[in-house]
């Protein structure tokens, strides 16, 4: 795994220079970017701002691990990684804060409607409109 304006080459270069260290790259993806401006991510930061009382724009962009999101952009479908609040992931002290579903429900029922307030609106195509 590695950021947007990292050299994965470079990277791989500095680990295999690690003595006693061999890697074997079995797959090579690069970062997921989608950008802010997306009218997709707008809709969905505007339905979890409508729930958490939070201004969209202060809403976290980029996320470290991987996720199926990469999958989706290859293809040309957008996707972002969104989800309830919790820690540990993939670990045995993993949570997730049963409040948090709840808002994240409810944040996913908004973008929705959100969406098809897009649709409806003059002019607006939805041949574009593609949900994964």
């Known amino acids: 795994?590695?950021?947007?304006?990292?050299?994965?080459?470079?990277?791989?270069?500095?680990?295999?220079?690690?003595?006693?260290?061999?890697?074997?790259r079995t797959f090579h993806r690069k970062p997921v970017i989608v950008?802010?401006?997306?009218?997709?991510?707008?809709?969905?930061?505007?339905g979890i701002a409508r729930v958490t009382n939070t201004d969209h724009d202060q809403i976290s962009i980029g996320r470290h691990g991987a996720s199926d999101a990469a999958?989706?952009?290859?293809?040309?479908?957008?996707?972002v990684e969104c989800g309830p609040s919790g820690d540990g992931h993939h670990g045995p002290e993993e949570w997730v804060s049963?409040?948090?579903?709840?808002?994240y429900r409810q944040a996913l029922v908004e973008f929705v409607k959100l969406l098809a307030d897009r649709l409806d609106a003059p002019g607006e195509d939805d041949r574009h409109l593609r949900i994964a």
């Not at 795994?1 to 074997?24: F, H, M, S, W």
């Not at 997306?38 to 809709?43: D, K, L, M």
């Open 1 to 24: 795994r590695y950021l947007p304006g990292q050299d994965p080459e470079e990277i791989l270069a500095a680990v295999n220079a690690l003595k006693d260290t061999q890697v074997t």
């Open 98 to 103: 049963i409040r948090s579903l709840g808002q």
């Open 35 to 46: 950008a802010r401006d997306n009218p997709y991510v707008q809709a969905l930061g505007a």
């Open 71 to 79: 999958s989706f952009l290859e293809v040309g479908v957008p996707a």
